[in-house]
Every structure is written in structure tokens, then in C-alpha cells.
């Protein structure tokens, strides 16, 4: 029987209404009025045309270049949509120009680099074809265009092995964006479609030609999944469609990633059904909402000033320095939400389909598992297709994920912050299956009996890793190592009265929220599952 109307859950909804529609937005003014007083703070703050006497943070430099060129990015999908309509949707030549063009634009004269890195990774999966050291091949590939891109590996024209003179310097000298920061999804791409094509060679020896032909012919009704799964014909693994993959504009620059199979379903077969007419027109006004969301929050909430200047070292207050935290990760999630699903609404509109990055609220999460179900799901995918099922998926789970996270934080950068972010979440997922695999256990059957009792230890367990999961993305995404063990220290350790209360405040404000997850699944209206 549901919970929702009982006493019990008034209780914890009275709770969540204190903190979320009083303590946090107090925090926030109080925090943004020490920001505007400390000088170095105020610094990173902006002018605001629509709300002058409140200057909106824009400190973070990925979210200030994407709000920039945004307007320019809405023209670009437009005519790049419009472009594709006119010419075929259905045709390789129309994206792969349109692809190549923006790419151009972004790079410069050095897209040329990125065409022949492509074309690298084509050969050597033509070359080893249906070797078993294909798959080696295609990672030793994907790996040294990581390393490039850590090292900045400076390729220039001026330094051709023939003479290329004054035009060479020129050609170097174009405006354009940094190539090397677009090697990691490449990476992910080629890799893609090295491996689809190995396997796809793999099975062709198998006699499921007839079960192939049946299932293409309902392609239109086959859910994202068994497109990624369903290979295409050996034809369709050509240069041109390897090409138009790697350099599809609306995913260029930051993602969601997406399958070479699932990607060429949509460019061969049929434009994309799953989100069309007013579903996509109400997906585009969620993508607004959420982004005047985030515009307002920048405006009385300036967390990635506060972050950068170090301020919340001087605060005081520990309670200030726990509401810090979490605006500070609601930003962050906002940040990524926005620009990943700008990104996917142009794909939707020409036609492909790619899975939804962000598919739970940051404050919907209580352990690490279904946390990374619901955040960079594309990239999550990724993983688990490529990496950690060919390494023997879930019978090797607790070496597999050391080795997956420990080339996720190498794929972002080679940064302290984030290589202790992908060690601290392998370490508390081995931990987290440790204790569920307790649970399960014959000793906690009779506690299990009890489902008042279980419910409120499984909420306290979900509670204690609400601070994990704080913990460890303030690690890798916001103040780094030292600015985590610092706010943490400041918060609970410095002076251990007020931190005692803050943390017992916070853990029944969490707690309460657990709760509310826990019978959100119970009662089937959120799962722990990206699909």
C-alpha cells in the first residue's frame, strides 16, 4: 500500500519544504551577498541586463563559451536541419557535407588532422578485418588519440614533411577552436565503429541471415537498444558513413554519444519516431524552461564564483557551507542537462535519435550504481558496450570497475581531481555491491521479514551514500581534491558543536528525501534503469 498520504510522509514532506523552499534560497542570498563584498569574487561576477542588481555568475568557462556561441549554434541547426529536409535525409553526401562544413568552421584548417585521424582508424579496421586482434587494434587507436590530446601534440602545417612555405604559417594562424579537445569523443566514435564492424564481421559466418532480414524489416519499431545491437550490412561500413558518423554536427562538440549501428539505422532506414510532432515541440520547451532555470539560478546563486575565488573557505557557518555543496552540484548537473540536451534536441529534429544524457534529477540518486544509470547515460552505454562487457562484464565486476572508470578519468583529462574521482567511485561501487550482496544474504533474512525495518536501514544506507555521491562528484567536477577536504573540514571538523548539528540537520533533510526515492520505485514510478 502507498505511503504518500500517510503521517509519516507529511512529516518528510514538511521537511524537504523547510529545505528546498527556505534554507536553501536563504543560503543562497546570504552566499551571494558575501560574494558581491569580497573583491576577488565579485571579479568573476557579470552585468545582467535583464536583473541589473543581481550580476550573474559566469565564472565557468564551459558554460560561458556554450551561452556564447549558442546563438550562432541555434542558426547552425536551423539551416543545417532545413539543409537536410531539402537535400534527403536518407543520403550519406548532404550530412557529410553539412557535417564537414561546421566542423570546418569550428577547427579550421586543422579539420584536416581529424579527417586523417578518421581515416586512420578506418584502415586499421579494414587491415585486421575479423583478426582477433582487431578489438586491440581499434583501443590501441583510440588510446594513443587520448594521449595526444593530453600531451597537446602540436601538428602544424609548417611542419609538413614537404614544403608548404608561407601558406603553411597561414594556414596555422586561422581562427579556430582547439582541435585536441575534440579527440575524446572521436575516440569514442571510432572505437564504435571499429568494433560494430569486427563484430558484425564476426557473425556473418553464423546463420542468422534470415533472422537479420526479418529484423531489418521492422527496424522502424525496434527500441534504441536493438538499434545499437542490430549490425548493419557490410556495405554500409564504408568510408563515406564512417565519415559522417565521426563528424555529425550536432554532436561534434560535446555529445551525447551514440552508436555507429544505431546512428547508420537512421541515416539508411528510416528518420527517427520515437520523439515527433508535439512530443518534440514539448521536449524544445523543456530545453527553455530548463535553461531560464539555470539563468536564473547563475543570477541569485553565483556557486561557481564562490568555487573559484575559494570564498567558501571564509565562511564561517557550516550550515552555509552544506547548502553550498548541494547548489553547487545543482549547477553543475543544470550546466550539463543544457548543453547536452541542446545537442540532442537538433539530432531529434534531423531526424536521429540519440538516449537522453541527463534521465534523473541530480536530488533523485542515493547510490552510485543508479546514479551513473541516470548521468552521461550515452556515455554509460558507451561503456558497458565497448569496455566493460568484453572484459568479462558482470562476472569480473569488481576488477572491471577499476579498469572503467580508471579510462574515464584518463578520457577527461589527466588531472589529479579527476584520476581520485575515478578511483573514490570504483572503490564505493566495490563497496556498495559488497553491502548489497550482504543484504541479500541468508544472515539478514529475518531483518529482510521485516519491511518497516528494511525500509528504514535501506533508507539510512541511501542516506549515507547522498554524502558519497557529494563527495566524490565535488572531487572530480567542482573544487578538486583539496577544495573538497577543505569544505568538508570546514563543514563538520572546525568546530565540531554547530558541525555536529549541521550534519545531523543534513542527514534527516537527506534522509527524508531517501524516503520519498524509495517509494517513488517501490511504487513503480522511477526506476533504477537508463534502459
Known amino acids: 500500500m502507498a505511503r504518500w498520504c500517510t503521517v509519516e510522509f507529511f512529516l518528510w514532506y514538511a521537511i524537504l519544504f523547510i ?14 551577498e558575501m560574494c558581491k563584498h569580497e573583491r576577488r569574487c565579485a571579479s568573476y561576477l557579470h552585468a545582467s541586463y535583464f536583473w541589473p542588481e543581481h550580476p550573474m555568475d559566469l565564472s565557468d568557462i564551459q558554460w560561458r563559451e556554450f551561452r556564447k556561441v549558442m546563438p550562432l549554434l541555434t542558426l547552425a541547426a536551423i539551416g543545417h536541419i532545413l539543409a537536410r529536409a531539402a537535400l534527403g535525409r536518407r543520403r550519406i553526401w548532404p550530412c557529410l557535407l553539412l557535417s564537414g562544413a561546421f566542423v570546418a568552421y569550428v577547427h579550421g584548417a586543422h579539420t584536416v588532422f581529424i579527417i586523417a585521424a578518421c581515416c586512420g582508424s578506418f584502415g586499421i579496421a579494414k587491415v585486421c578485418g575479423v583478426s582477433r586482434w582487431a578489438p586491440w587494434a581499434a583501443w590501441a587507436y583510440g588510446l594513443f588519440l587520448i594521449v595526444l590530446k593530453l600531451c597537446e601534440v602540436q601538428v602544424s602545417f609548417a611542419r609538413f614533411p614537404f614544403y608548404l612555405g608561407p601558406i603553411g604559417h597561414w594556414l596555422d594562424c586561422l581562427p579556430s577552436h582547439d582541435w585536441h579537445q575534440s579527440l575524446s569523443l572521436l575516440c569514442l566514435r571510432l572505437i564504435s565503429f571499429n568494433m560494430d564492424y569486427y563484430w558484425k564481421l564476426k557473425e556473418q559466418g553464423k546463420k542468422q541471415d534470415s533472422q537479420a532480414d526479418a529484423s531489418k524489416a521492422k527496424l522502424s519499431a525496434f527500441h534504441y537498444k536493438m538499434r545499437e545491437q ?29 552508436t555507429f549501428n544505431a546512428f547508420t539505422s537512421h541515416l539508411r532506414d528510416r528518420s527517427q519516431e520515437a520523439i515527433r510532432g508535439w512530443r518534440l515541440v514539448a521536449y524544445a520547451l523543456r530545453f527553455v524552461f530548463c535553461l531560464g532555470l539555470l539563468e536564473i539560478m547563475l543570477h541569485y546563486s553565483p556557486v561557481w564564483a564562490i568555487g573559484r575565488s575559494s570564498l567558501y573557505l571564509k565562511v564561517q557557518r557550516p550550515d552555509l557551507l552544506a547548502s553550498y555543496a548541494m547548489m553547487m552540484l545543482i549547477a553543475m548537473w543544470m550546466k550539463f542537462l543544457c548543453i547536452w540536451r541542446f545537442a540532442r534536441l537538433w539530432a531529434l529534429c534531423d531526424g536521429i535519435e540519440v538516449v537522453e544524457n541527463m534521465q534523473r534529477c541530480i536530488c533523485n540518486n542515493y547510490c552510485i550504481t543508479s546514479f551513473w544509470r541516470g ?29 572503467v572508470f580508471g579510462f574515464v578519468a584518463v578520457w577527461h583529462d589527466a588531472e589529479l581531481k579527476l584520476l581520485a574521482w575515478g578511483m573514490l567511485n570504483a572503490l564505493f561501487m566495490v563497496g556498495e555491491s559488497l553491502a548489497a550482496c550482504l543484504w541479500r544474504s541468508k544472515a539478514l533474512a529475518s531483518v529482510r521479514s521485516l519491511p518497516e525495518a528494511a525500509r528504514w536501514i535501506r533508507a539510512a544506507a541511501g542516506t549515507t551514500y547522498v554524502y558519497v555521491l557529494f563527495f566524490v562528484n565535488l572531487t572530480g567536477y567542482a573544487l578538486g581534491v583539496g577544495g573538497t577536504s577543505s569544505l568538508t573540514q570546514h563543514t563538520f571538523l572546525v568546530d565540531w558543536a554547530p558541525g555536529l548539528e549541521t550534519l545531523l540537520c543534513s542527514f534527516l533533510f537527506l534522509f527524508s528525501g531517501v524516503q520519498v526515492m524509495l517509494e517513488l520505485r517501490e511504487c513503480g514510478l522511477c526506476v533504477d534503469g537508463a534502459g
Open 19 to 32: 529545505g528546498f523552499c527556505w534554507k536553501l534560497p536563504n543560503a543562497a542570498a546570504e552566499l551571494a
Open 230 to 258: 542490430q549490425p548493419r550490412e557490410v556495405e554500409e561500413y564504408d568510408i563515406w558513413t564512417c565519415l559522417a558518423y565521426c563528424l555529425y554536427s550536432p554532436l561534434w562538440l560535446a555529445g551525447p554519444t551514440t
Open 375 to 403: 548521468w552521461h547515460v550515452s556515455f554509460n552505454r558507451w561503456l558497458i558496450r565497448y569496455l566493460y562487457i568484453p572484459l568479462g562484464g558482470q562476472k569480473y565486476r569488481m576488477v572491471n570497475v577499476w579498469l
